[in-house]
């Protein structure tokens, strides 16, 4: 079984300030890792996601996330952020199987000017 | 390309009664799931289709059921709503291959039980 724990329920950012958003998992087997983003009364969009190669994944938006095996973490970063920016951010975890998700908490960032 | 569609988007239930929710995917993808979404708990998984004609139970599968006697269809279904069962659900769905991954969701239902 996996599990996903979001260390931050809410960040507040101004407009063109760097954020990080944290992002640990526990698994007894390899897993592929992702980011999800949620926009006031949509659904869930893939940001990016983790499969195998180079642990730096680039996604859209300029956002990128960093795979650390050894510290079991998937922490995301934004350079510099937009007022669109302003969402809910999952992190999610699945098996190399068939993929059974698992999501953390969620992350609320709000972006002001 | 429509993607997943999820219907009805609103619906407002008092207490006892049922109603079935329908998820709709134009990608024919194998696997479907839907979550429960409630504040500060993320996405919860009730159920899952691996295929047609296949459902199993994910993490709070109770007061839930489901059926996917189509491919592209899979409805999730409450017999006798209570109010704990207010929250937003969101019907996905992927592919079987494993080098891809992603999840596609509908847009969400909103359920308010009275």
């Known amino acids: 079984a996996q599990s996903v724990t979001q260390l931050d329920s809410q960040v507040p950012v101004f407009e063109e300030a760097p954020v990080e958003l944290r992002c640990n998992y526990s698994s007894s087997v390899s897993v592929y890792l992702f980011w999800y983003v949620q926009y006031p009364n949509q659904g869930l969009q893939l940001l990016l996601k983790?499969?195998?190669?180079?642990?730096l994944v680039k996604g859209i938006n300029g956002f990128e996330a960093e795979f650390n095996k050894s510290q079991t973490s998937f922490h995301l970063r934004e350079p510099s952020v937009h007022i669109s920016d302003t969402a809910e951010y999952f992190c999610?975890?699945?098996?190399?199987?068939?993929?059974?998700?698992?999501f953390g908490a969620g992350t609320q960032v709000v972006v002001t000017p | 390309n429509a993607g997943v569609t999820q219907t009805p988007k609103f619906r407002v239930l008092k207490t006892g009664q049922s109603m079935t929710l329908l998820c709709a995917q134009d990608?024919?993808?194998?696997?479907m799931y839907w979550y429960r979404q409630d504040p500060g708990m993320g996405l919860r998984l009730i159920h899952y289709s691996v295929g047609e004609g296949t459902t199993a139970k994910g993490e709070v599968p109770d007061g839930y059921n489901v059926s996917r006697l189509k491919k592209q269809n899979f409805l999730l279904g409450l017999e006798s709503a209570a109010p704990s069962q207010t929250s937003v659900y969101f019907c996905?769905?992927?592919?079987?291959?494993?080098?891809?991954?992603?999840?596609?969701f509908g847009e969400g239902s909103r359920l308010t039980v009275l």
């Open positions: 996905a769905s992927r592919t079987s291959e494993t080098n891809t991954g992603e999840l596609f």
């Open positions: 983790y499969l195998s190669g180079s642990t």
């Open positions: 990608m024919n993808h194998e696997y």
């Open positions: 999610a975890v699945s098996d190399l199987s068939w993929g059974k998700f698992q």
